[in-house]
């Protein structure tokens, strides 16, 4: 399919606003969610600088961005309440990529909108996202589990500091959300237990001035990326600096219960429930400090180890080389 067959015929669509500040690393990360214009519910995206490729969460959020960029003044007021999205290709983080939406439906309540995120002439997302008028109706809500609270627990921009490794130093740089583990983190060291639960506490560096719900739930779409597949890990003794682990997300899906204050803390509720052929599930559960159940997320990702006695081959370890460009899982 053509791209110019995909989007909408019209003028050129602005794109959804951000709110911009100066504390880094979070200011990096709210430029790069600001889409640039190209046409008709089509937008230009860039990168913030990747270890290896462009970070699965960044082209989300963007995807979700360009979808609510397309409502029309009547169904503006929508806030986007599920998505599902396939991760195609790796992107090339030193390099633009394109958007562009479909307007597949505009109902009374709700708007539904297909996104293709594309660089190189070659698909590296697709998304289908969904949009609905607040209403009133039924409410249950479930239990937030009860940890230990963020204030007793290591922040993990304080344990990045403490690493001696290229990975470790970058993320203390770059990572734009304060992580703090209930269970020991796996940023370089397996858990002394394996288990296939986890939970851990979340939230941005600095406060962003008076967020959208849109650019809220885009922004949690971001950061749950990161963390997905450590019950995975955690299950099988494995840490994000094992040698050669080489892991890769492949589909995601999520959906937003309720609105929330994206500057305040967040509790993460996360297990793995099944993993096999080189494939593992992540299920989150992400609650409001006060109990209420904002948001679930489920990722399915590809995960591989070498065989024994053999060296890694695959583009997808976590390494210091910033040169790998778009390419097939």
Do not use: C
């Amino acid at each position: 399919m053509k791209l110019s067959n995909f989007i909408h015929n019209g003028t050129m669509t602005k794109p959804i606003s951000i709110p911009q500040l100066t504390e880094e690393p979070l200011a990096s990360v709210l430029r790069v969610l600001q889409l640039e214009e190209n046409g008709a519910d089509t937008f230009t995206a860039h990168s913030l600088p990747q270890m290896n490729r462009v970070y699965g969460g960044q082209v989300i959020a963007q995807a979700l961005l360009a979808a609510a960029a397309t409502l029309d003044e009547q169904s503006a007021v929508r806030t986007p309440h599920s998505f599902h999205a396939y991760f195609l290709r790796g992107g090339a983080p030193h390099k633009p990529f394109d958007i562009s939406v479909h307007r597949a439906h505009d109902g009374r309540s709700f708007s539904s909108r297909q996104v293709r995120a594309v660089q190189h002439g070659k698909d590296i997302l697709t998304l289908l996202a969904s949009f609905q008028l607040h209403q009133p109706g039924l409410e249950h809500n479930s239990t937030m589990p009860t940890v230990d609270q963020p204030e007793q627990l290591q922040s993990a921009i304080e344990y990045f500091r403490t690493i001696n490794h290229p990975v470790g130093k970058f993320l203390g740089k770059t990572a734009a959300f304060d992580v703090r583990h209930v269970q020991e983190s796996l940023y370089s060291r397996a858990s002394t237990k394996r288990e296939r639960r986890q939970q851990l506490w979340m939230k941005p560096r600095a406060r962003i001035d008076s967020p959208t719900q849109t650019v809220s739930r885009a922004l949690l779409a971001y950061v749950v990326d990161q963390v997905m597949m450590e019950p995975a890990l955690r299950a099988h003794g494995l840490a994000w600096l094992t040698p050669g682990l080489a892991l890769a997300s492949l589909d995601h899906a999520m959906w937003f219960h309720r609105d929330f204050n994206i500057n305040e803390w967040m509790l993460y509720d996360q297990e793995s429930p099944s993993a096999q052929g080189s494939r593992a599930m992540g299920r989150v559960r992400i609650y409001s400090r006060d109990g209420t159940l904002i948001a679930e997320a489920m990722q399915e990702a590809m995960i591989r180890l070498p065989e024994e006695g053999t060296a890694p081959s695959s583009k997808w370890t976590f390494s210091d080389d910033s040169s790998a460009d778009v390419g097939d899982q």
